[in-house]
């Protein structure tokens, strides 16, 4: 049974920071990108950043870049967001995403979600 258990979530005050971890079960990690994905209610699941198998190459909204940084363990299976310089608009449901490197049809798993708000 495959598993993505997010945690880290919270309140935090503007400026401040968060890390956010996935720990994943029941798949063989490096075979998988990992992603972060974000969700305010009534809109749309948006990509937030993603890292290769190995983390050699990582991606990120632009609305994230130079503030949020994407790194994984494949030793313990874990994948991190580390969110700095959080802004209101950063307030979302935080989501983690597994997905094969060959085809998503092979695998694309999702976590439950991990609040984050940012507010004074």
């Known amino acids: 049974q495959v598993q993505l258990v997010e945690s880290g979530g919270g309140l935090v005050p503007p400026g401040g920071s968060l890390t956010l971890s996935c720990a994943a079960s029941g798949i063989t990690f490096g075979d998988y990108f990992m992603n972060w994905y974000r969700q305010v209610p009534g809109k749309e699941r948006n990509l937030v950043a993603g890292?290769?198998?190995?983390?050699?190459?990582?991606n990120y909204a632009d609305s994230v870049k130079g503030r949020f940084s994407i790194s994984r363990d494949n030793a313990d299976n874990t994948v991190h967001l580390q969110m700095n310089s959080l802004k209101p608009e950063d307030t979302a449901v935080y989501y983690c995403?597994?997905?094969?490197?060959?085809?998503?049809?092979?695998?694309?798993?999702w976590g439950e979600g991990t609040l984050v708000a940012v507010s004074s």
């Open positions: 995403n597994a997905r094969h490197h060959v085809d998503p049809s092979l695998g694309d798993y």
């Open positions: 890292i290769t198998r190995f983390g050699s190459n990582t």
